[in-house]
Each structure stands twice: as structure tokens, then as C-alpha cells.
């Protein structure tokens, strides 16, 4: 359960901030703290058997059929981006204390914050591809929340909906990858997909999966060209910039890389695509962060080369390569949401984040300024620091690689590798000399600024001391822990590597002195560089972003625009054109219409009952226009149609068509109360012969696909599988009722989810609203004064302990006989609803005070924990179970769990159905001052 728990006490936690926010904004960081601090507890008892090797499995079944199932995996890869999740969150949230206003909701903050911390835990701890899927989709839309937390400015909107749409796009490709690939292995299951990579490549199918999944790996982690919407979420709090964009969101997509490094890792494929989109964002992210002038657009640059030179690394394809790319994304992780956490001390401190006016600021924060520039060093790859280690085994990759898929090319990589690196000196130095040095500040809005309180500078002492820790001793910090990952990640042993400081002298180190020198040499040439900048095209990536948007908007506008008119006619229309074609296309091939079965000629009674049914809908087409009378031929529809259910051997039908059509009458009553009598005639004769037409041949064409599916054999296996497996599996003989709440159940959950939410929707919308009844009918009588006549309501008071003796009988009866829950939910709503009719509100609610939402979210909630109970046994979701008892004098009888859904299904359905029909009723109690026709 270690694994669950993780997961879920952030998710659970975010609750704990909303409900102490008003007791201080000390005791809301604290509660928020709860669920990290105690998830890391948990999680370094698995140290030692992550380091061991061993890999932790939990599963619990949860759709076994589809390959979903709630798996869990701890292994040194998880076990690292698990300790960077929670270790830097709680971090953070200290940080957040300090940085958010007085006026700011906190609580709303954390929450939004813990809920992204569980989905980034659940992707890295998902043994379940498509768990994992749903985790990914679910750190994008919290992630959206967080960088949309400042709803009222409108780049923290802009930003956001950015975000969500790249990375959404992304995920819909990955999801795709992901399902061929599970399709491919025969399992959804990472211990059987990365078993199966020499298998993987081999398949035609290769390059479509893996083209599929590097879409949701380079949209998630900002690569090359969908780098645009990075630097844009920087409009979020710097705490949530700290947290997503240096150790979680944008780091989820190399983290993919290396889960999935053993299946998709060792082709050309993978090499040209994986390190060359590395090489161009390490260049253009590079490039781009020293032309930045606000603080953080240069973190957000550099972020961007920094996932790139990962990416690189794992499109190498060798082992070392894959062992730097796990070392540099510790070290990164470190000195980024350091560097993040400082630019945010001096935006709170000065209120700007123009590197153009914040200057000098060593002499009004040298605490805070050595943080900064120590975390800087490493960024840049300064010797004795993190980033220097890792640094130095990506030049020693770049030249180690297998030259020959380059040809006489084989240069580039490591000449763009060095050329990045010293833009990364040059806009290291950039950030320490203008931000700290520079002369004086310009204009600040906040003058003079000092130091931020002191725990605001806690967390990011601890990674700045981690920096340094790491990188001078490595061996005695990091090196179990990238051990671990690194094993994890390339599903074997890697080779020997060194993390000594001094290698001697190499090549890579001659790529780190020319990097170092360049860069300042860059930086000492920054002016001309930045009048060039300055004269190249404005290339706006928010304002194309926003135009492709548009443009989208307006291309759905004009096909909206040419099939959506306002006409239900024509919705009607284009619709059963579009089945009269598709069935004219399944009939073309058939041989003949007519099949070997024989026709059963019908008896005088069903031919009487099948002619009466015509005879009924004729007269509602023909009485169409008069409402009320076209309502009682459309009542005698219904009837009959109950009636050829019975008839033909379906009774749970023909009393769910007979219920379903009760309520249906009254609701359509209750609302043409507030309609005309008569509509006037608006067709015209050309629309009344298309319409006439189509009908005709829709009736045809029904007809001619009936006759030749009766007069057909039909494969029995799905019904006699039920049929079969009814009683053993089910418990009940009553195929029907035990398909809805045991075989499909799931299916029913939806529905009456679907139920539930309808109704609630519909009181939402009649809710306060009043309308005022009219004094006459349309032919000018006046309605009776007696709203409730005393027959009716004698009547009604005794036949309803008999409607709900009867509601109670059939929904007992339902597991063996025709019946269950639904029928007898509609049973009691119709009791009910006529309590109303014939009393009034008022008197029914003084004697029958129920909330009805409530009754509907009952329901829903007692179907839910039903399925869930069967996971306590170890069974998947909705399992049923059943049994028989005896009792003395009662005799042998059986309960099943399926009873405890049937319960859930007959209280949604009474919820939602009266939750319609009583507010619907309740908006005819004001009379009109005036006559209304």
C-alpha cells in the first residue's frame, strides 16, 4: 500500500489547506506540508531496496478487460523523480508562504499545487501504461490551474490555455503511441512492454509508435518547435515556475525517455530524431536566454536548452550518455529551482524582472545574492559544482558516439554542444553581472529593496548547499542514487563511469575551458549582440499561437455555421440522411434481400395491436399541430409498443417502455401547460414533400433492414453466454437485471451518473426562475378555481402506500424476476410526482421533506462504493458476489452484492426524475395579474 499511499496523500491533502486557510497563512503552508512530508518518509523507507535493485510491484484490477489496471512501480528510476517531486514541492510550499500576498488564496494555491504533486507522482510511479496515461493528462490540466492561478491578468490566461493546448495535443498523440504499443506487446503492463523491445523494433509498426510517443515527450518538455509555450507560462507565481518548470511537469517527458529508453532506445529511428530535436533546442534555448531581458524568460530559455542537452543525451543511444542524462536532470533540477526561487525574491523585493533595471542588487541583498550566483556557477558549468560533473560527461557523449550514422558530419554534435555551452557561461553571467553588479537600480518599483524574511531563503540555501554538496562529493552524495536510476532506466547494469571531479586532461575538459572563455567573451561583446537581436523580425510566438487559434475558431465557424442553422428540421434532415445512406451502403452487397429463416405469420391479436400502433403514430403526424391531442396519440404509442414487448417475451422492457412512458407524459404535460395549443403551420409545401419523402423512405429502408435481419440466423454466442453464465455468475435468473448490475455494470454506473447530473442540471436552470400562469385556456374559459380537487387527492393519498408496496415488490423481485431497481425507481417517482399533482408543494413537502439532490447523489455514490467494495477482496471494480442463507421459518433465500447497486440505480433514478418533474411543476404557482392567451 506504500505506493497507493503516495499517490493519494497529496491528492487527499489538498483538501487539509482549503479548510484551515482561515486560521492563518502559517497553519495553511504547514497542512500542505503534511502530505509531501510524510510522503517522503515513506518513500526513503524504500531506500534500501531501491538501491538494493529491486523493483516494487502493487496492482489492483480495475478494468482487466481494457488492460487498466491500478499498477504501481517503485524502482530506482521512480524512486528518483518521486524524491525530486516531493523533496522540492515541500520546498516550495515553504517558499510559497512567503512569496503569495496577504490577499492572495492560499489555500486555493496549495491545493492546485499538491493536486499536480499527486498526478507528477503517478506518472512516475505507474507500472500501467494507461494509468500513467491518465496521471499525464491530469499533471496538465492541474498544471493549467497553476499557471492560471492569476486569473485576472491576461497573460497568466494566454499562458495557460497555451500550455494545455500543446501538451493536450501532445498527450492525444501519446496516447495513440501508447495503445499500439500495448496492442503490439499484448500488455499494458511496463514490466512486459520493456521486456519486449528487440520485438518492439523489429515491427513494422516501429516507427508510427515511436513518432507518436517522441510527440508527447517533445510537447511536454518544451523541445524544439514546440519550445513556444514555456517562456509563456512563466506568467505563472514563481513558486509554481520554481516547481513545474525545473523538477516535475517539463521533466515528465524525459522521464518518459528514459522509462521507455530499453523498448524504443536502439535505432537509427531513435538517434537521428531524439538527438537532433535535442541539438536544436539546446542551440536555440541557448541562444535565446541571453537576448532575454526579463529574469525569468532567461531561466525559461534556459530551461529549454537544459531539456534539450537532456534529450541529446538519451539520442546518443549509448549507456553512459543515458547515465549523464539522468545525472544532469538531478543536477538541474537543483540549481534551477534555485535560481527560480531567487528571481522571485528579487521580483517580490523590487517589483520587476527587467534585468535592465534591477541592478546593483549585491548591495542591498548579498545573501540572497551569493545564492544566486553560486546556483548560476553550476548552471553555467563551473568546476567544484553540480552542473560542471555532468556537463563534463555530456561533452566526453558527444564525442564518444557512433560517428558513422553522421557520416562526415559527425562534428556537429559535439561543436553545437560546446557552442551551447558557452552561451550558457554567457547568460550565467549575464544574470549574476546585471542583476547584482551593473551600477545602480533604475527606476524600481519598490524602493529600497532588502532582503526577503528569512525562511523565504531556506529553501533555496538547501538546494544552492546541495549544488555544492554534490559537486564535490560526489561519490558520497549522488552516487547511489544515479547508480539506482541509471540501472532502472536502461533495464541492465550500466558501465563503469567516474564521478571524480579531476579526470586529467581531456577533451572535454579543453570543450569546458572553450566554453568558459567564450562565454565571457559573448558576454563581453553583448551590446553589438544585442542591436543585432534587436533588428531581427519581432517573431511573437503568443501572438501566432493566438492567430492559429483564431483561425481554427473561425474554420469550425463556417462548417458550424453552413450545418447548424437553428432549424431542427434540418438537424433532422442531414441526420437521417446520413443513416439512410450508411444502411443503403451495408445493404448494397447483400445477394439478396430475403434470408432462409422462414417468416412467422402473426396472429389476429398482434396484427390488431400492429395495426392500432400505425394507426397511432399516423394520427400524431396528422394531429401534430394541436399539442394536446398529438400527446394522448403519442401516449397510445408508447402503450402499444409495452404491449408488443410482452408480447414477444420481453417483460422487463415492456414495464421499463410502460414506466418511462408515464413519467414522460407527465413531464411533456407540465410543459406544454406553458405552450400554445395550436401551432400555426410554417412549412412550406416543397419542405412538407421533402419531409414526407425522406420519412417514407427512412420507413422503407428500416423495414427492408428488419425483414432481412429476422428472416437471418444470428450468431447466439454473446446470448448464450449470458444466458449461460446468468445464475453462476450472476445469481440471477433474470438475464436482463443481472446484465445491468453485474455484466454492464459499469455501463449503468455511466448512466445513471449521467442521470443524476441531468437532473441536478435542471434544477440548476429552473431554479429561482417563476413563471406566471395563465388565467384562461386559449379558448378564453377560465381554468377551475380548485387547483387540488379533493376526489384526486383522496385517491391519491391511498394508492400511495399501495404504489410503494408494489415499487418495493418489483424491486426485490428484479434479481429473478422481471423488475429491478430502475422500473421501481420510476414506480415511486410517478407515486410521488402524483402526490404533488393532486395536493399540491406545499403539502407534499410538509409531509415528505426530501432533498432530492441529495437522493439522486446517494445513489450515484452508493453504486460507486459497491464497485468499490469488491476491491477490498481483490476482485476488479463492480464485482458482484451472492449467497444463500437460511434463516428459521423464513426458509433458504439469497442476497447479493448486485441488490446494493440495484439500491444505488432506484435512488438516482427517483433523485433525478422528481428533481424534473416537481421544479418543473413548481413553476406554474404564480398566477398572472393579467390574462395571458
Known sequence: MTLALLIALPLLGAILPLLVERHGRSLCAAAAAVAPLVGLVLLLGERSRVFAGETLLQQWQWLPTLGLNFSLRLDGLGFLF??????????VILYARYYLSKQEPMGRFYAFLLLFMGAMLGVVLSENLLLMLVFWELTSLSSFLLIGFWGYRSDARRGARMALTVTGAGGLALLAGVLLLGNLVGSFELSEVLAAGHFV?????????????????????????????????????????????????????????????PVLAGSEWWFYIVSLVGLATLLVGAVMALFQHDLKGLLAFSTISHLGLITLLFGLDTP?????????????????????????????ETGSRDMRRINGMWKYMPHTAALAMVASSAMAGVPLLNGFLSKEMFFGETLA???????????MIPAG?????????????????????????????????????????????????????????????????????????????????????????????????????????????????????????????KALFELAVRQVVRVAACITGALENGSLQRYLALLLMATLLAVFVGLWDLPQLVGPLAQTRPDPVTALGLGV??????????????????????????????????????????????????????????????????????????????????????????SLLTFAVLTRPYAQDLAGFFLANSVPGGGGTNVVNVILVDFRGFDTLGEISVLAIAGVGIYAMLHGLRLLSPSQDAEGRAWARERHPLILASLSRVLLPLALLVSVFIFLRGH?????????????????????????????????????????????????????????????????????????LVGEFELATAMLFDL????????????????????TQNDAATEVH
Not at 558516439?401 to 562534428?411: A, R, T
Not at 586529467?504 to 542591436?531: D, E, K, T, W
Not at 422487463?652 to 410543459?671: H, K, N, R
Not at 410554417?682 to 429502408?701: N, V
Open 417 to 541: 554542444a560546446t557552442l551551447a555551452a558557452v552561451f550558457s557561461v554567457a547568460y550565467s553571467l549575464r544574470f549574476i553581472h546585471d542583476v547584482f553588479f551593473n551600477g545602480e537600480p533604475v527606476n524600481l518599483p519598490k524602493y529600497p529593496p532588502h532582503e526577503p524574511p528569512r525562511y523565504m531563503k531556506v529553501p533555496v540555501e538547501i538546494l544552492v548547499f546541495l549544488c555544492v554538496l554534490v559537486g564535490m562529493l560526489p561519490a558520497y552524495t549522488v552516487a547511489p542514487l544515479l547508480a539506482a536510476a541509471a540501472t532502472a532506466s536502461l533495464g541492465a547494469t550500466p558501465p563503469e563511469y567516474s564521478l571524480a571531479i579531476w579526470h586529467g586532461l581531456n577533451l572535454p575538459l579543453l570543450m569546458s575551458v572553450i566554453a568558459l572563455i567564450g562565454g565571457i567573451a559573448v558576454y563581453a561583446c553583448r551590446q553589438p549582440l544585442f542591436r543585432w537581436y534587436a533588428g531581427l523580425p519581432d517573431m511573437d510566438a
Open 82 to 91: 518521486a524524491l525530486l517531486i516531493l523533496g522540492i514541492g515541500l520546498l
Open 201 to 261: 523494433r523489429n515491427h513494422e509498426l516501429y516507427p508510427l509508435i515511436l513518432g507518436l510517443v517522441l510527440l508527447g515527450v517533445f510537447t511536454k518538455s518544451a523541445q524544439f518547435p514546440f519550445h513556444f509555450w514555456l517562456p509563456h507560462a512563466m506568467a505563472a507565481p514563481t513558486p509554481v515556475s520554481a516547481y513545474l518548470h525545473s523538477a516535475t511537469m517539463v521533466k515528465a517527458g524525459v522521464f518518459l525517455l528514459a522509462r521507455l529508453y
Open 320 to 348: 553512459l550518455a543515458a547515465v549523464a542524462a539522468i545525472f544532469h536532470i538531478i543536477n538541474h533540477a537543483t540549481f534551477k529551482a534555485s535560481l527560480f526561487m531567487a528571481a522571485g525574491i528579487i521580483d517580490h
Open 401 to 411: 558516439f557512433e560517428h558513422h550514422l553522421l557520416g562526415s558530419f559527425y562534428w
Open 904 to 923: 444505488g440505480v432506484y435512488l438516482t433514478v427517483v433523485g433525478a426524475t422528481l428533481l424534473i418533474l416537481a421544479y418543473l411543476g413548481k413553476l
Open 816 to 888: 429473478n424476476l422481471p423488475g429491478g431497481g430502475f422500473i421501481a425507481g420510476l414506480v415511486t417517482s410517478v407515486a410521488l410526482i402524483l402526490q404533488y399533482i393532486a395536493s399540491g408543494i406545499h403539502w407534499t413537502r410538509e409531509r415528505l421533506p426530501l432533498n432530492f439532490q441529495r437522493l439522486a447523489g446517494a445513489g450515484v455514490l452508493i453504486a460507486g462504493l459497491t464497485g468499490l467494495g469488491s476491491w477490498l477482496f481483490g476482485y476488479p471494480f463492480l464485482t458482484s458476489s451472492f449467497g444463500h442463507f437460511h434463516l428459521p
Open 613 to 702: 400502433l400505425c394507426l397511432s403514430a399516423v394520427l400524431t403526424v396528422v394531429f401534430h399541430r394541436r399539442r394536446l391531442v398529438a400527446l394522448m396519440m403519442l401516449s397510445v404509442v408508447g402503450l402499444l409498443v409495452s404491449l408488443a414487448f410482452a408480447r414477444f417475451s420481453a417483460p422487463d422492457l415492456a414495464l421499463t417502455q410502460l414506466s418511462v412512458e408515464v413519467v414522460t407524459v407527465i413531464l411533456l404535460m407540465l410543459a406544454l401547460y406553458f405552450l400554445p395549443a395550436r401551432t400555426p403551420a410554417e412549412s412550406s409545401s416543397l419542405r412538407g414533400l421533402r419531409d414526407f419523402l425522406l420519412a417514407g423512405a427512412c420507413g422503407g429502408m428500416v
